[in-house]
Nanobody, 123 residues
Framework: QVQLQESGPGLVKPSQTLSLTCTVSGGSITTRYYAWSWIRQPPGKGLEWMGGLAYDGSTYYSPSLKSRTSISRDTSKNQFSLDLSSVTPEDTAVYYC???????????????WGQGTQVTVSS
């Protein structure tokens, strides 16, 4: 069974960079036809897909966050990471990593999720 676990600081100051890592076990992040996403949920709001990284290393970003977001991977550790720069209190949310079925640039439904990690942006 695939398991995902988010890690990173729970508190980030405004204007700084939020950095999170997702460690995957039970499956490789390079397995064909899967992609690995970052998704967040601000308090009282719905889920927002931030971006993802396909099995072949291709990256995709939400247009609204693209200028501030970078997603990378470390295949030796079976991890992928999120950097979100210039954060504001509006970036306060529960951040999730998830696995999706993927083909030709399209992310399909997510079948495995991490438990989520709360990140608060505050001075």
């Amino acid at each position: 069974q695939v398991q995902l676990q988010e890690s990173g600081p729970g508190l980030v100051k405004p204007s700084q960079t939020l950095s999170l890592t997702c460690t995957v076990s039970g499956g490789s992040i390079t397995t064909r036809y899967y992609a690995w996403s970052w998704i967040r949920q601000p308090p009282g709001k719905g889920l927002e897909w931030m971006g993802g990284l396909a099995y072949d290393g291709s990256t995709y970003y939400s247009p609204s966050l693209k200028s501030r977001t970078s997603i990378s991977r470390d295949t030796s550790k079976n991890q992928f990471s999120l950097d979100l720069s210039s954060v504001t209190p509006e970036d306060t949310a529960v951040y999730y990593c998830a696995r999706a079925f993927y083909s030709s640039g399209t992310f399909y439904y997510n079948d495995y999720w991490g438990q989520g990690t709360q990140v608060t942006v505050s001075s």
